[in-house]
């Protein structure tokens, strides 16, 4: 057993180093885009969270486990580690085409025709055309296979029509994957195929949703008459609930996740040292430096366990209980960070971010309503626990359908 | 022995329910989000009082309907039910201290904001990371005109429609309530917000001149009567989030009726059954232990001060839990904007870190039962 | 809304109470013998036991809800809960037919013939003839109409063939009241029988069963061949199942639960103050003491609740949601107060009671298991929450049968 | 990069677990709940002795495997599983004190002890209400003819067939383990009993007089050898606990799928599964912060200390946990003397509150989360 990487993966670290510290600004401008600040309007913003994507990907930092020909790196596990933990080190925004780094492109190089990946993958590296994914509908939130959006074919299209919801960039994406219900006779799961639509469609019209926190995340798309050339069928007809489900449990080992959180929590102790409450500082309060201790024990927890997958990736073994475990557990970890936060900041909890004696800005209760979403976003926890009940115990499903 | 509301506190909650869903609604709040914050209109508030409800804890001499904490602790109940904002609490509190105060303040300003003509509000906390009469500083020394107050109170509600002010303090004479005239020079006003779009503020004093005689209940009445009245207006926070807690537990409840997934109601699968049985338990300890604060402060218990922290320690954590699940059990669309789920979150959120949140409330607890101890070990 | 208690009341509880003290002596016997100390051998025990019930009832202490005819009190309920209070105040052991005196007697008040009254309810008060209780089979525990003990009608007898489990009193007991199923081919709630069973009938054997605590308190009860009179039916034939559900959700206000609780919580913060733990005494760290309070606001919580439930016995309005929900928040609460005793003991949680440095003779440890077996005995917490989702909150059921 | 058991780990563990499934029988422990307490028959202690395992973490040159912490953990994960009492676990980590001590013991004392024929036990607790090297409060002072230790030490394990004792002292020189042989003058032995059998004793010192060369150790490394030497027997405790909480896991994950009630198998009750689901989370997080916590001792990093708290709190909570919900999963069966559970849930909670509790090692975690602040302010 050892944790510690190769003198080549030491050099490729070193190297990618040296980059960022190169791109320091270019990386500050991006981190501001995303959070939306700094750029004159919206459109400048995407354009340069695009360019900050594209500079990356030239330099060899995006698409690491992807194929050469496709503008991949054909990179190793322990490479695409390196590059996890170096961007998560200084604080890199999220890559703007990130689901269709993770989601799509794996989707297409496992199932995709040559055509589509030729067509496709490239401009997915290089943010040239953004993606966003059409599953879930109002009336099949966790039953996901509960799907109704309509697609019938005439001639070379699929005709769709129906309602898509909490979808992510919808309103800047430039394609659309989705699930539609290809064979409404067939059992729920049979019905079902994976297409792929231009955002300009005719008959395709998309509407923002306000979440909970006041912000604009998400959006409803509606498809009427949606026409679809078959050639953008991926996959089997009907086939589409098999690679949906193969790509949703296509787990990683969450490690860029364990980084996320453990610099939350490094903040929160900092927050906790310097803020009054009851007779001291936070962290004087017994409770909450043990429960403070606690969420370290368990980031360390969740950051061996993406050592153990990793570790499980590499040696080419099947996936233990592992991968599974990691979400669920992450997703409490989160809400837990952000819960000892508002308890932290006492009388100052409810004070919004325009107010004088707001803490830090009003950070806490922003990831208070995030970490809130998480926890029902891809999957609600009760699904993941269903999942690993049924398939690491073995025991039988609670779920009948 | 009788230990449920009587049948005017029944009718009363009812008649309070009827009232405000037609006259507030919750949309209300949802656009005080943005901007600006919510307030009671004037009308509204006129119209409150003329049904009695501010001055609902106050004597009859002065305009009050003369009841007591149990019956004001329904409209409370109801205010969280409906999204009111809670002046209507912090105005019964401020009432109910002038009452008690007993001094010439009583004749001069009840009768007027019991029918609503007129607002006061309390000033209690400070920006110590602590809430409560024990942690105030504010200092009022003693000048050639009277007193003069310097200090920083922060988490003051509803500023805007306030005259006057009972600004909780250190005098030369005791600790307690002294008032003061928003107007007066030196009193500055700067707004905070609170997450479920209630209106707080800033209130600074700097060199402010009032009258020793501005003691609410005198030297020797104003200490009680300032920790009477924090208790009590505690106590009003524990009520409005039970009402917070239980709308979310009926939404929820109703919800998980009707939706379907996997060919069932959600309501059929333990993972949700099992999480909303466990919340109307906790709903039900929070109404017993609101009843019995109530109650102790109404017979001015010796244990009431640990009930009302009792109370309102278990309510809050209540109201956390039970409107989390209401967002969470909602699903995604439970995390919409448009849906009122989480106008009840953010009340929950924030009433539970007002007036003390639990941890601060169990060890105001922690510290009577070792009073206690202490007493039995010396009468032994 | 008032708590008080009319004077005529305060004279019944000062009468009691004059009473108590005088019998102190007899009552510090009865503890003794309820705790196996201080008698010779376990038959003077029972026998001692059996005399401190007829004493108490002598005094017009015992059945007070029952009717003056069968030996009862006809006493009001607030007499019934100044009896409760008092006897807990001076730490009372419980009495020995309890299982009569709360389950089968008011079962017969009820459901029984005029006979049946006359012929049992006296003897129970009297503690002259002791009951067990015969429902849960080893297959059929949460799950208690699955029962498959047989009876068969031949002549004037029920005819029983079958087993039971988890007994309480069995080898001491003087009768069982018992569920058979009378109608194998009717649907399952509906072919049960409620039978009385002289402890004495051939066929009849009781064996001993050790807890994991090592105590002996519940029997497996077999039964071949027993030959039941029908004059011992209760109710309809085939209709035990509703006659047995009545009883058991015949729930009290659970005031005398609190005042157990109360004692228990109160002896825990004297531990707490005496014992070292960690840099000073248990009391002294944060979360500890936080914890007791904690604790101490839910005992609170649920006397009141007790209150509302009495409050509406009294009223004679219809209970609402508060008997459930107090079952099952003592039972959690019994727990929690037992999980913070062994983390106050600290080191010397593991250290049993024949060691040097046990802390108060192993009591906690004592309590620990004592609570674990309350969350399974009398209907786990997970059935108490199908109960009240469904009943109360009105939620379709979870478990189809 | 590889952080999973490696073949040869794999493979003895494998061993370790039919080994003792062929020569241990869990109701051991069962009679010896009543008396007398449970041990290792001399005989299979031997038989240990020769397959490698109580020197498993002891050099080679003095009759060891020389295998590392992680290697040993193996072994304690399984005796956790087995129910073998944690004599091995003590024995081993006494091993590693005297061979990273570094003198005259090592050649004297290791052979032996590492073949099966002479067992070492450590003292170190005290009844302080504390845990571990702090605490010790033992003094040696200087006599004569060396020093002289005076106290008490309790929860020692298994003195029984133990002729050598390492006693954690604040001596004149450091402090640091003293070796004191059991039947010297002035040792008593008194027998105390773990809830789960298992044996333990008070050993009191009544002017023991060793000499000065007895510090294991000697001045410069004896504070690090016994701290070393509790971190060791620590995370050996942590995964002892863990072999307890999977084995819970498992049966209980085993009855869950063929107990049937309400016609359905009670598995597939989410109030079962999604308890199991949970389990099965803490379990596979115990096992990295165990692996993370082994490698870092066998490492030496400087974190190894608050990765070591990290497993032992965690493995606690989730045993304490698993064996819990074990007992309450199975019903009234799981209540049954005859039952295992029982023992898994003694041997849960005796283990949970030994070599410190999670409070211990989150507040021990706490102190390194501060130190490290601090460091970080310094270099700034």
Chains 1, 3 share one sequence.
Not at chain 2, 3 to 13: A, G, I, P, W, Y
Request: hydrophobic residues 45%.
């Amino acid at each position: 057993m050892d944790l510690h990487f190769s003198p080549e993966d030491e050099e490729f670290r070193a190297r990618l180093h040296a980059w960022l510290e190169e791109h320091a600004g270019r990386l500050e401008d991006a981190a501001g885009v995303m959070k939306g600040a700094g750029a004159a309007n919206i459109m400048d913003a995407i354009q340069m969270a695009r360019d900050w994507q594209r500079t990356l990907w030239e330099a060899g930092y995006v698409g690491l486990s992807w194929p050469e020909k496709y503008g991949g790196q054909d990179a190793s596990l322990t490479e695409q580690v390196i590059v996890t933990e170096e961007l998560a080190a200084v604080s890199t925004p999220p890559l703007i085409n990130t689901i269709g780094l993770t989601i799509l492109g794996p989707t297409l190089i496992r199932h995709g025709t040559e055509q589509q990946r030729e067509r496709f993958l490239p401009k997915i590296l290089t943010a040239e055309e953004l993606w966003c994914q059409g599953f879930s509908e109002p009336e099949a939130g966790s039953d996901l296979a509960a799907l109704t959006t309509r697609a019938e074919i005439d001639g070379d299209d699929f005709v769709v029509n129906g309602q898509k919801v909490w979808t992510s960039l919808a309103p800047i994406a430039d394609w659309c994957f989705l699930l539609v219900r290809s064979d409404p006779d067939a059992p729920k799961r049979e019905g079902i195929s994976y297409l792929l639509c231009d955002m300009k469609t005719p008959g395709l019209t998309v509407t923002p949703l306000r979440n909970a926190a006041g912000g604009i995340h998400f959006s409803e798309m509606f498809f009427r008459d949606v026409r679809i050339p078959r050639a953008n069928l991926v996959g089997d007809l009907h086939g589409g609930w098999q690679i949906a489900r193969t790509t949703l449990e296509h787990e990683r080992s969450g490690l860029s996740s364990v980084l996320a959180l453990e610099q939350n929590l490094a903040r929160l102790r900092r927050t906790a040292s310097n803020i009054a409450l009851g007779d001291g500082r936070a962290i004087d309060d017994q409770a909450i430096s043990r429960e403070l201790a606690q969420l370290w024990i368990e980031v360390e927890g969740l950051r061996h366990l993406g050592y153990r997958t990793l570790s499980d990736q590499i040696a080419g073994r099947p996936p233990g209980a592992t991968a599974s475990v990691g979400k669920l557990f992450a997703a409490q970890l989160r809400q837990r960070i952000t819960h000892l936060a508002l308890k932290i900041e006492g009388p100052l909890a409810p004070v919004t971010k325009k107010s004088p004696h707001v803490v830090e800005r009003g950070r806490w209760n922003a990831a208070y309503f995030d970490a809130l979403g998480h926890s029902i976003g891809g999957g609600t926890s009760e699904i993941q626990r269903n999942t690993i009940a049924e398939r690491v115990l073995g025991l039988p499903r609670s779920v009948q359908d | 022995m009788d230990f449920e509301l009587s049948e005017e506190q029944v009718v009363l909650r009812e008649a309070v329910r009827d009232f405000l869903a037609r006259r507030w609604d919750a949309a209300h709040m949802r656009r005080a989000l943005d901007d600006p914050p919510a307030l009671i209109p004037a009308e509204l508030w006129k119209e409150m009082g003329s049904l009695g409800w501010i001055g609902i804890a106050t004597a009859e001499d002065v305009g009050g309907s003369g009841s007591d904490v149990l019956t004001a602790s329904v409209l409370a109940e109801e205010s969280g039910r409906g999204l009111l904002p809670a002046t209507l609490s912090s105005v019964i509190a401020a009432a109910t201290a002038i009452d008690r105060g007993g001094d010439a303040l009583r004749t001069s300003v009840l009768p007027a904001l019991c029918a609503g003509d007129h607002r006061v509000v309390c000033a209690i906390e400070e920006p110590g990371g602590t809430w409560g009469p024990d942690a105030v500083t504010l200092e009022a020394s003693a000048g050639a005109d009277g007193w003069v107050l310097s200090g920083t109170k922060i988490l003051v509600p509803d500023t805007e429609g306030a005259d006057l002010c009972l600004v909780a303090a250190r005098t030369p004479a005791a600790l307690g309530f002294v008032t003061v005239p928003t107007d007066a020079p030196g009193v500055t006003v700067t707004p905070m917000r609170r997450l479920d779009a209630q209106s707080i503020a800033e209130v600074t004093f700097d060199g402010v001149v009032v009258p020793a005689t501005a003691l609410v209940g005198g030297p020797e009445r104003a200490e009680k009567t300032l920790r009477a009245t924090y208790d009590i207006w505690t106590v009003l926070g524990a009520a409005d989030l039970l009402g917070v807690a239980e709308t979310a537990l009926e939404m929820t409840t109703a919800y998980a009726k009707e939706r379907t997934q996997f060919g069932r109601p959600i309501g059929s699968f333990q993972a949700v059954s099992h999480r909303l049985a466990d919340l109307l338990v906790d709903v039900e300890i929070s109404r017993s232990l609101l009843y019995a604060a109530c109650l102790a402060l109404d017979e001015d218990q010796a244990d009431a001060s640990a009930l009302v922290s009792a109370a309102k320690a278990f309510a809050s954590d209540t109201a956390v839990r039970a409107t989390e699940a209401a967002v969470h059990l909602h699903g995604g669309i439970g995390f919409t904007w448009d849906l009122d789920v989480h106008l009840y979150l953010r009340r929950a959120r924030a009433g539970a870190a007002s007036l003390g949140d639990p941890d601060f409330h169990r060890d105001r607890v922690a510290r009577a039962l070792g009073r206690d101890r202490t007493d039995q070990d010396e009468r032994r």
